[in-house]
């Protein structure tokens, strides 16, 4: 994913068509997906959002992507959850504690997704792997690529910072459905310019959302966060979600992560 906000966060009103609704999508070959490129593509240039402000309740890692997107979403004016469906496309994992998740310390270079246990640990990482050479790296929530979008954030603590990443990927999505006058080649090129790729991509995002629509109750119940304003999910609240999560594990909807 890739470059910065035109003057706001630009509303992504034309984005209210869920390709959920029509018939399932054919078998992907997951060999087509690989790691994000504009090769053939030059991403609209958006100006640079500033740092985002602390949010008003400390949430575990394992919330934090869920809740941006869905303020995310609920700011550009999102409302089949389309951009959820996207995080766990990009992001997506299945915690020790059986949580399904998208994960804000998530980076994905050189063909492989890495998900790391802190912030600290994912922007070592990345600082490591510039130092090596390597350019093309996707970073945070929905997996914004920094090669491509040099000026989406001022430093990496933004990058991963799960707010901004998820406004950056709303704004960058609207700017392709502007572009290319379909939400379809919008979703694919969020991925890929090469045809191929970008369509296995959209397939699986179209997997996801369905999934997200039926696990929507789990998926809100996770991003509130614990309760009486503390910082982790006491063992109870986190017996509830595995539970919770459980319900859909399984089946012809259960998530497409990454790693699958």
């Known amino acids: 994913m890739r470059r910065p906000l035109l003057r706001a966060v630009i509303p992504l009103l034309g984005l209210l068509v869920s390709p959920a609704g029509g018939a399932a999508a054919p078998p992907v070959n997951l060999s087509q997906i690989g790691v994000w490129s504009t090769a053939l593509y030059a ?43 996207m995080g766990f496309t990009e992001s997506g994992r299945r915690t020790e504690d059986r949580l399904f998740t998208a994960w804000p310390w998530t980076v994905n270079t050189e063909g ?19 130092a090596r050479g390597v350019r093309s790296i996707d970073v945070g929530c929905l997996q914004v690529n920094l090669r491509w979008h040099p000026e989406a954030f001022p430093d990496l603590v933004t990058a991963f910072d799960p707010v901004a990443n998820a406004r950056y990927a709303a704004s960058f999505l609207s700017a392709l ?11 694919a090129r969020y991925h890929s310019s090469q045809s191929e790729r970008g369509e296995a991509y959209r397939q699986r ?56």
Do not use: M
């Open 43 to 85: 991403a609209p240039k958006l100006p640079a959002q500033p740092a985002p402000q602390a949010s008003r309740k400390a949430l575990p890692p394992e919330a934090q992507c869920i809740a941006a997107i869905l303020d995310a979403e609920k700011a550009a004016g999102i409302t089949d959850h389309l951009l959820l469906a």
């Open 112 to 130: 492989r997704s890495h998900y790391f246990p802190t912030r600290d640990d994912a922007i070592a990482f990345v600082r490591e792997t510039q």
């Open 177 to 187: 459905r502007r572009d290319h006058g379909s939400l379809e080649s919008a979703i």
């Open 205 to 260: 995002v179209t997997g996801n959302l369905r999934w997200v629509a039926g696990a929507l109750g789990y998926l809100e119940t996770l991003a509130a966060g614990p309760g009486g304003g503390a910082a982790s999910f006491t063992p109870a609240e986190r017996g509830r979600l595995s539970f919770l999560s459980g319900l859909f594990a399984d089946g012809p909807a259960r998530p497409l992560l990454p790693t699958q």
